[in-house]
């Protein structure tokens, strides 16, 4: 009931506010769709992936280069193109770098994505390098939010059906104990490969949508580890390995940053910073476990002392 | 190239080996003793070389005597940190500690950015920009003084990890905490102790470095990958394996930089996540 009437919200909202506004309304639903993107991976699979970055790239180039060129390919064909060259590069990236475990992994799939990034810079012949490409401009707001809002309902149902599935056990069982995982018969290259190719789709999308949206797009702007981190910090916000935690984390993030960014501009990552910090040491599991906690029956309500359970649990004395 | 060029690469990968090892070390030690993987290396080393910076412009401090006082500064500042921060997380999974020091990093930076402004800036004492030339080769006195200081710094700390009684201990509780609590060892004070040892390598790094390359708050993010990418050539383990590291990475980098500048940096992490691929024990290393 409650779901239906905040989609119904969502729905309405163009007609509701600014265009303005719509756009920090639209930027929230591409977080939310980069970030349900990563949960696949870093949040189901528990692999600290660091780089997805560089798919939002390859989909903001690839849609940008196929409508622009000699083609002139529509928008959604040429998204679609974007999404199935980022699941190729995840899948072929995937093979060697997934065998890494820990930092190791995490660094990396750091490094894939500088290295893209300073590709993308120096390939001029292709990307006009740090100049960047322009695509055709469309200046509806509304097709943008509505888009984005296509795509993160999709990716929540897809999410849910994941999280039900024999590959979203596989990779849950992966997260825990990848050993036992594989003793128990679990492809675990294939797993893995098949959670971070939907990652990086999902980023490849944000990309695509952003890259028409914002008419220019510049290797600094769409493969600036920001975004990598963004994603991250809104899955953990909301709940890492949750269906709705990515979603309600982007909506927070979003709600702090565009709160921030108005009032003290310069001391923005400071405050992230501080969020960040926060969440790590006392709500690691994100608002999922307050708001999750309430409804199921038998478990007791959320408690102000349950942000110290986390520091309880972990610390070394 | 000549044979002149190459003496002089040659000679910079040398003296640049000698700082990238004293970047590494402290961050080696955090990470094979207490599994962190500490990005906010970078922003220590930011804090050093501001240290430096402000130590010279206001009170005319030499460069190099500043560099005790950074060091100092760094410690306590580690301290305070692991005791505060990392300590209340560090037996969770390894994303948490990563993003909190990533966090760290961010509000590091931003605040020296906020209080300090973006400019770049450098240290420039009498002596900065002379040298002497050994047949076709130049070679500047501070980058010699810097590669001086940091094999005394990096001889130091082998010294004091293989034979004073706290170093020991330190390696006890990077082998097995749980034995070393046995012990008698005080891991919550030996882990902050670790910290605060590789935040005051990384003041010293940056005390140097601000002699050597004009600097900005950003000048840190860099080294932290460098550290990492030495981390991962060297193997963890021990000190002589980090220097090992440092040296082979400021060869490739040197020698990457000196032929394709443009894509020094795609290069050097192509290599190092081959590297990572095929031999994620490190070169020199055992498996870590």
Redesign the interface.
Known sequence: MGFLALLALLLALPKLVSSYKLLTYTRFLILALMAQGWNFIGGYTGYAAFGNVAYFGIGAYTTGLLMIGKWHVPFFPALAAGALLSACVAILLGLPILRLKGHYFAIATLGVAEALAQVADNWDSLTDGSTGIDLPIKSEGEFFYYTALGFVILGLLATWAFARSKIGYGCVAIREDQDAARMLGINTTLYKGIAYAISAVFAAIAGGITAYQNVHVTPGDFFKIDYTLQMIIATIIGGVGSVAGPVLGAAVYQLLSTYIWGRFIELHPTVLGFIIIFFIVFLPRGLMTVIGRRRKSGERPFKASDLLANVRAHRVT | MGGAELGQIFVNAVLLSGILALVALGFSLV?GIMNI?NLAHGAFIVLGAYITFFLHELLGVDPFLSIPVAMLALFTLGWIVQRG?I??????????T???T??????????I??FFKADLRSVTTPYSGTGFTLGPVRIPYIRLGALGVSLVLVAALAWFLKSSRTGRAIRATGMD?DAARLTGVK??TI?AATFAIGAGMAGAAGSLLSMIVPFDPTLGGAYT?RA?AIC?LGGLGNVANVVIGAAIYAFVDVFVGARLP??S??VT??I??LL??LR?QGIAGKSV
């Open positions: 990470w993987v921060l300590n209340q997380v560090i037996k969770a999974p390894l994303l948490a990563f993003l909190l990533f966090g760290l990093e961010l509000l590091i930076v931003n605040l950015n906020y905490i891991v919550a882990y990958q990492f991962v443009s894509l940096r795609a992490f192509a190092l996540v990572l691929i994620p």
